[in-house]
């Protein structure tokens, strides 16, 4: 990733706490960093790939102004931020990791103004700052350095789909630059009618965590944000943002790049503006989690040991999508915690948050738990 210069990144800004967390079991901790950031919900308001876990006034704001975009804009949005498979943007997306670089870009209008000064160079530096890119990546700095004859095989070496839109983006620089400033700057006016009280809630949840920061090791703070997210920690990851997400819930953004990872987690209920005497969603998808036979027959496997998902898929006898659509709702109930380490990736049951699944009910129903 090519850094941006940013003379504020030792400021210690209002709405972060900031926590050096010492050494244990002679491994150097990183800096965590739990902070308000409505950057972030700006873009995954923008282009998340699943349906948010929003209030219902929110449902409707992000409906209509998803539909208010012109045909031109639809298609600047699909141009930078395309997450299909088979062919994924790179202008948007390899935009969040220079956002989380720069400290200071706060909120939408910041994207926008950091949009409006980033180049070719640094997009593609920023979406190769992966382990299965290094080739790429060389390839990248080369190209730059003055060798355009290495196109094509700068192309061929990323993943299959990425291909395209690389491609666009070595050829055509500025008109996918100027793509992406369009639908950034048409958005950030459609967001600003939702960005303080988003900012607000956010507030709200940070505040609420920082006991729990001081309180417990990291791992087990990270997994509790994340409602299931298990992190290893890396010798090599200087630096962990934690920032609460609405457009995200119930689900998790987590990016990383060289010396860092971060993790725009589900802001909490608690944190909500919603109506008090509403159903809680958490208790909403805890029983919608429990009520599918194949969803329980999972936690009974887990309930005998951690599995892998081909294991977990091979004891179904059903395919792995939809194994893993079933992990991902048992995941946003907060039953299953997933854990990925040496580029393995297996599930464990929450025996925490299953004892207390028979509570919640008698919580909701103002009933005393047995």
């Given at each position: 990733?090519?850094?941006?210069?940013?003379?504020?990144?030792?400021?210690?800004?209002?709405?972060?706490?900031?926590?050096?967390?010492?050494?244990?079991?002679?491994?150097?901790?990183?800096?965590?960093?739990?902070?308000?950031?409505?950057?972030?919900?700006?873009?995954?308001?923008?282009v998340g790939d699943t349906e948010p876990e929003l209030?219902?006034?929110?449902?409707?704001?992000?409906?209509?102004?998803?539909?208010?975009?012109?045909?031109?804009?639809?298609?600047?949005?699909?141009?930078?931020?395309?997450?299909?498979?088979?062919?994924?943007?790179?202008?948007?997306?390899?935009?969040?990791?220079?956002?989380?670089?720069?400290?200071?870009?706060?909120?939408?209008?910041?994207?926008?103004?950091?949009?409006?000064?980033?180049?070719?160079?640094?997009?593609?530096?920023?979406?190769?700052?992966?382990?299965?890119?290094?080739?790429?990546?060389?390839?990248?700095?080369?190209?730059?350095?003055?060798?355009?004859?290495?196109?094509?095989?700068?192309?061929?070496?990323?993943?299959?789909?990425?291909?395209?839109?690389?491609?666009?983006?070595?050829?055509?620089?500025?008109?996918?630059?100027?793509?992406?400033?369009?639908?950034?700057?048409?958005?950030?006016?459609?967001?600003?009618?939702?960005?303080?009280?988003?900012?607000?809630?956010?507030?709200?949840?940070?505040?609420?965590?920082?006991?729990?920061?001081?309180?417990?090791?990291?791992?087990?703070?990270?997994?509790?944000?994340?409602?299931?997210?298990?992190?290893?920690?890396?010798?090599?990851?200087?630096?962990?943002?934690?920032?609460?997400?609405?457009?995200?819930?119930?689900?998790?953004?987590?990016?990383?790049?060289?010396?860092?990872?971060?993790?725009?987690?589900?802001?909490?209920?608690?944190?909500?503006?919603?109506?008090?005497?509403?159903?809680?969603?958490?208790?909403?998808?805890?029983?919608?989690?429990?009520?599918?036979?194949?969803?329980?027959?999972?936690?009974?496997?887990?309930?005998?040991?951690?599995?892998?998902?081909?294991?977990?898929?091979?004891?179904?006898?059903?395919?792995?999508?939809?194994?893993?659509?079933?992990?991902?709702?048992?995941?946003?109930?907060?039953?299953?915690?997933v854990t990925e380490t040496g580029g393995l990736t297996?599930?464990?049951?929450?025996?925490?948050?299953?004892?207390?699944?028979?509570?919640?009910?008698?919580?909701?129903?103002?009933?005393?738990?047995?």
């Amino acid at each position: 990733m090519v850094a941006l210069s940013n003379p504020t990144a030792s400021v210690r800004r209002p709405g972060a706490l900031v926590r050096e967390l010492s050494p244990r079991g002679g491994t150097a901790r990183p800096e965590v960093i739990l902070e308000v950031r409505t950057a972030l919900d700006f873009l995954v308001s923008l282009v998340g790939d699943t349906e948010p876990e929003l209030l219902p006034g929110d449902a409707a704001w992000r409906t209509a102004a998803r539909d208010s975009l012109s045909a031109p804009l639809r298609r600047d949005m699909e141009r930078a931020f395309g997450h299909h498979e088979a062919a994924k943007g790179i202008a948007g997306w390899s935009l969040i990791p220079l956002v989380i670089a720069e400290r200071g870009v706060r909120i939408a209008a910041d994207v926008v103004a950091l949009a409006g000064k980033v180049t070719a160079r640094d997009l593609i530096g920023s979406a190769c700052d992966d382990e299965e890119m290094i080739e790429t990546r060389t390839l990248a700095d080369r190209y730059f350095a003055g060798e355009p004859a290495l196109h094509d095989e700068l192309v061929a070496s990323a993943p299959e789909a990425l291909r395209g839109a690389l491609d666009r983006l070595l050829r055509e620089p500025e008109t996918e630059l100027r793509a992406l400033r369009r639908i950034l700057r048409a958005w950030e006016e459609r967001f600003s009618a939702v960005e303080p009280r988003v900012a607000q809630m956010q507030a709200r949840d940070v505040a609420a965590r920082r006991a729990d920061l001081e309180r417990l090791p990291l791992e087990d703070f990270i997994e509790r944000a994340t409602n299931g997210y298990r992190w290893t920690p890396d010798a090599g990851v200087r630096r962990v943002h934690l920032v609460p997400s609405y457009f995200a819930r119930p689900y998790n953004y987590v990016f990383a790049g060289e010396g860092w990872h971060l993790f725009a987690y589900p802001l909490a209920e608690t944190a909500l503006d919603g109506d008090p005497a509403a159903v809680p969603q958490a208790t909403v998808r805890l029983f919608k989690a429990l009520g599918d036979e194949s969803r329980m027959r999972i936690l009974r496997y887990l309930a005998d040991g951690d599995l892998y998902l081909t294991e977990i898929a091979e004891r179904m006898g059903l395919s792995k999508p939809t194994v893993k659509h079933h992990l991902a709702l048992l995941r946003a109930a907060g039953l299953v915690t997933v854990t990925e380490t040496g580029g393995l990736t297996y599930y464990s049951l929450r025996l925490d948050r299953v004892a207390e699944a028979g509570p919640d009910l008698a919580r909701y129903l103002g009933a005393p738990a047995r």
